[in-house]
């Protein structure tokens, strides 16, 4: 589960080269860094759909460090995966908000090509279903009104949202088309995470 595409992995390489190394304790901090950028999706999610500053700051910090979340210090990548799934809920809201489609485009453009480069393809996976459950609630009026606090005229049509979506997220994806491919060659090619090849264990038997 290497994440040799995922953006903020390219700043590793001058930290090393200005701190002269890379240490254990360098990559704790790395994986820390998750945290906040959890925690900032959260609250600012919290804020598209209407919620109060203080409330949105709150919950962000709630969530960030709740006992599943802190659970991920163990998974470094597991920790930068979920980092970016707030980020795409966000993204996903302001496709469907009026006038704010295009800028949502972009936030799922960039949480999906993080999420799917973060070195995790789980949380990618069990993204799906909670996108595509909280794409279904903002479609419908009367669940719509429940989960935020804006009016009815704050919301695009339907049509305009859904394309929003499929353009930020496709795009992200085609974008990482070779590096999930090679992903999938390499879990192919291993069994039970021990790194043995599946053709020697063929020919084993």
Partial sequence: FTAAWYPLNSVLPYFY??????????????????????????????RVLGEKRSGAILAGLVFAT????????????????????????????????????????????VASYCLLTAGYPYFAYYSQFLVGLWILLLLCPATRRTVSRLPDDAWNNSLLSL?????????ALVCCLSYL?????????????????VVQEKQLK
């Fill in 66 to 109: 709740s006992v599943k979340m802190s659970e991920l210090l163990r998974f470094p990548n597991a920790a930068h995966s979920a980092a970016w799934i707030p980020w795409l809920l966000v993204g996903t809201t302001l496709c469907f908000r009026r006038r704010q489609w295009a800028l949502g485009a972009v936030v799922c453009f």
């Fill in 181 to 197: 491919r090679e992903m999938k060659l390499m879990l192919a090619a291993t069994t039970d995470r021990q790194g043995k090849p």
């Fill in 17 to 46: 080269r200005a701190n002269g190394g890379y240490s254990e304790w360098d990559h704790v901090v790395f994986t820390l860094v998750a945290f906040p950028i959890f925690a900032l999706g959260i609250t600012v999610w919290l």
């Fill in 163 to 171: 394309g929003s979506v499929a353009a930020g997220c496709g795009t």
